[in-house]
C-alpha cells in the first residue's frame, strides 16, 4: 500500500518560475492537506480539502492555490515562486474531516526558491 | 485561531532513561490532542492520540496526559531506546489542527 505519494522529492526552482507539486493518495479519503514544515515553526496548513471539489485556506495560503478534482490528487501550485517559499512541503490525508482523525503524510518534497 | 506551544525545543537523554515533552494550548474547544513521530527524512507518524473526555491513556511505553482546565498536555516516554531518537510534534484540534513546533529528542545509548 503506497499511502501518500508526493512528487517531486526534491526541487530546486528560480524565484518568479511556476511550480506544482503532486500529492496522490490510494486510501480513499475524503480530506486531504498541504502542509509547510520549517525550523521552529512546526507544520503549518496551507491549504485544505474536505472532500473533492471543495477547498479551504489554512493559517499560510498567501502565494498558494491548490484543486481537487477528485478523491485522490490533490497539488499544491506555487504561481510565482518567492525565496521565502523555500521550504519542506507535507501533503496528508485523513478519513476524518476538521483535523478530528489520524493523519497520513507523505515523505515530503523539499523545494528551494532561489 | 489555536495556538499551541511546545517544550523543550530539544531534549537529550540516556537510555533507559524517561522523557517528558509538554505542549499548551490557546483554544478551549480544541477537543483532539494527537502526537506524531517524524523521523530524519520522512513525514510524520501519528504515535498516540487523546480526546478531550479522557485525562489519560497509555500504550506501552509511551503515555499521554491531558489536563483541560490548564490546557496543557504532555508525553512520556519511558525505558527510551535510541530508536526513540527523532522529532515530535504535538497537536491540538477543534475545526483544523495546529502543531506546535516540535521537539528534538536524542536517546543516547
Known amino acids: 500500500i503506497a499511502g501518500i505519494t508526493q512528487a517531486p522529492t526534491s526541487q530546486i526552482l528560480a524565484a518568479g518560475r511556476r511550480m506544482t507539486l503532486r500529492c496522490t493518495q490510494d486510501m480513499r479519503h475524503n480530506a486531504m492537506y498541504w502542509y509547510r514544515q520549517d525550523l521552529g515553526l512546526g507544520l503549518r496548513l496551507i491549504h485544505y480539502s474536505n472532500t473533492a471539489g471543495t477547498t479551504g485556506k489554512g493559517e499560510v495560503p498567501d502565494g498558494y492555490s491548490v484543486s481537487r478534482a477528485n478523491t485522490d490528487d490533490f497539488p499544491l501550485t506555487l504561481a510565482s515562486a518567492v525565496p521565502s517559499q523555500t521550504s519542506v512541503y507535507f501533503c496528508?490525508?485523513?478519513?476524518?474531516?476538521?483535523?478530528?482523525?489520524?493523519?497520513?503524510f507523505g515523505e515530503g518534497s523539499r523545494l528551494t526558491v532561489l | 485561531g489555536e495556538n499551541v506551544e511546545q517544550h523543550p525545543s530539544t531534549l537529550s537523554v540516556q537510555e533507559g532513561d524517561s522523557a517528558v515533552i509538554k505542549c499548551t494550548y490557546s483554544d478551549s474547544a480544541s477537543n483532539y490532542f494527537p502526537w506524531y513521530k517524524q523521523e530524519l527524512g520522512k513525514g510524520p507518524q501519528l504515535i498516540i492520540d487523546?480526546?478531550?473526555?479522557?485525562g489519560e491513556k497509555k500504550d506501552q511505553r509511551i503515555a499521554v496526559t491531558l489536563n483541560k482546565t490548564a490546557k496543557h498536555f504532555s508525553l512520556h516516554i519511558t525505558e527510551t531506546q535510541p530508536e526513540d531518537s527523532a522529532v515530535y510534534f504535538c497537536?491540538?484540534?477543534?475545526?483544523?489542527?495546529?502543531f506546535g513546533a516540535g521537539t528534538r529528542l536524542t536517546v543516547k545509548p
Open positions: 487523546i480526546r478531550s473526555n479522557v
Open positions: 497537536a491540538a484540534s477543534y475545526n483544523d489542527m495546529r
Open positions: 496528508a490525508s485523513s478519513d476524518g474531516l476538521g483535523g478530528t482523525g489520524e493523519l497520513f
